[in-house]
């Protein structure tokens, strides 16, 4: 048991280490592909498990220092009874120990890491949509603004609309009916 949940810890490990390879990758055309990865319902959906893989990765880190300490202990017990034959077991059950400490603590750091390009990724996205939301209203008011100058210029060109514009100043609600009865 013990053993495949620490052969499932280092194949998480090993796919969070691709997933940042790809999101470190400097492509403008691949930055895109790994965008809508992030932004689609499916990687929305997978990105609630995140907190239950760092949750695991917590309970595998405290479990393989424990048995680092209990390995430790018991290894130092047998040498204050001079047993001998098994350092062979006291070694193997160390590296194991130390194995499993450096795997849980890896998952950890990558599952952070992912979380940070996670969000990141997401921050972009929205300040994208920001930014093409803003284009199309300077774009609104970039052509209210060119209305309003061709409208200035045709009042300037036509002497006849300019006195009438003129001699209406004070009354502007009835201008605004003259210019839309002219049109």
């Not at 907190?51 to 680092?68: F, K, N």
Request: hydrophobic share 40%; net charge neutral; charged share 20%.
């Amino acid at each position: 048991m013990a053993s495949l949940m620490w052969t499932t810890a280092f194949y998480v490990l090993c796919v969070e280490i691709c997933l940042i390879g790809l999101c470190c990758i400097p492509s403008a055309r691949w930055r895109e592909i790994v965008v809508k990865i992030v932004t689609s319902n499916f990687f929305r959906t997978i990105s609630h498990i995140g907190p239950w893989v760092i949750g695991a990765g917590v309970l595998l880190l405290l479990e393989s220092m424990w048995s680092y300490s209990s390995a430790r202990h018991n290894g130092e017990r047998l040498q204050e009874n001079h047993v001998t034959g098994s350092s062979g077991q006291y070694e193997a059950r160390m590296y194991r120990a130390q194995r499993n400490t450096y795997i849980a603590g890896s998952l950890l750091f990558c599952m952070f890491v992912l979380r940070e390009f996670y969000w990141y990724m997401n921050r972009c996205v929205q300040a994208d949509h920001e930014l093409t939301a803003t284009k199309k209203q300077l774009q609104a008011l970039e052509d209210e603004l060119e209305a309003t100058r061709a409208t200035v210029t045709k009042l300037q060109e036509n002497p006849s609309l300019r006195k009438r514009a003129g001699a209406d100043k004070g009354d502007k609600g009835n201008a605004s009916v003259q210019d839309g009865d002219d049109q």
